[in-house]
Antibody, heavy 123, light 107 residues
């Protein structure tokens, strides 16, 4: 059974940093591109970043480029999102998501989602 | 960036009704479109990918169609458990983009 478990969310002041983790199990993690998708309170879904299985190819939404860094440790079956220079508009639930059918990381839909980690940016 | 526009933003229908949600892409995406269902307080769940392929385990009352720029999600007979917000997503190219969502309620 595929499981994705996010951790690391919390309350942070504007300008601060936070690192999210996503522990994966139930599939061969290194074979799959992974993404982070976020959802602001009461709002729709916004793709944030994607990373290929080998970590060779990395993609970011313009809204986070230069502030967020996606990475993975395939030996630990874990995906990360380092978030720096956080802003109020980054407040959201952050989901890690596994790509569906075999396609590049930049061209993926998502067949499994974690439960999400809430990040609140406020003073 | 490819913009995804859904309509309507919300709808109310009776149990057993046929419900249709449309999604339009700002440029052609062949059939690289997925539909998700998000029930209140829950995680999004994929219903359809490749515009018309039903994800395993999804009830057959859900169907998808379309290609290019215009796509449709149809619920053939609305059930109480279908109350949710539905999102389309293009995966033709990065940045991956979602529609704004369609909230489905029971009349």
């Amino acid at each position: 059974e595929v499981q994705l478990l996010e951790s690391g969310g919390g309350l942070v002041q504007p300008g601060g940093s936070l690192r999210l983790s996503c522990a994966a199990s139930g599939f061969t993690f290194s074979n799959y591109a992974m993404s982070w998708v976020r959802q602001a309170p009461g709002r729709g879904l916004e793709w944030v970043s994607a990373l290929s299985g080998s970590a060779t190819y990395i993609y970011y939404a313009d809204s986070v480029k230069g502030r967020f860094t996606i990475s993975r440790d395939n030996s630990k079956n874990t995906l990360y999102l380092q978030m720096n220079s956080l802003r109020a508009e980054d407040t959201a639930i952050y989901y890690c998501a596994k790509r569906g059918e075999a396609r590049p990381a930049s061209e993926a839909y998502f067949d499994y989602w974690g439960q999400g980690a809430l990040v609140t940016v406020s003073s | 960036d490819i913009q995804m526009t859904q309509s309507p933003s919300s709808l109310s229908a009776s149990v057993g009704d046929r419900v249709t949600i449309t999604c339009r892409a700002s440029q052609g995406i062949t059939n690289y479109l997925a539909w998700y269902q998000q029930k209140p307080g829950k995680v999004p769940k994929v219903l359809i990918y490749g515009a018309s392929t039903l994800q395993a385990g999804v009830p057959s009352r859900f169907s998808g169609s379309g290609s290019g720029t215009d796509f449709t999600l149809t619920i053939s007979s609305l059930q109480p458990e279908d109350v949710a917000t539905y999102y389309c997503q293009q995966y033709n190219s990065a940045p991956l983009t979602f529609g704004q969502g369609t909230k489905v309620e029971i009349k």
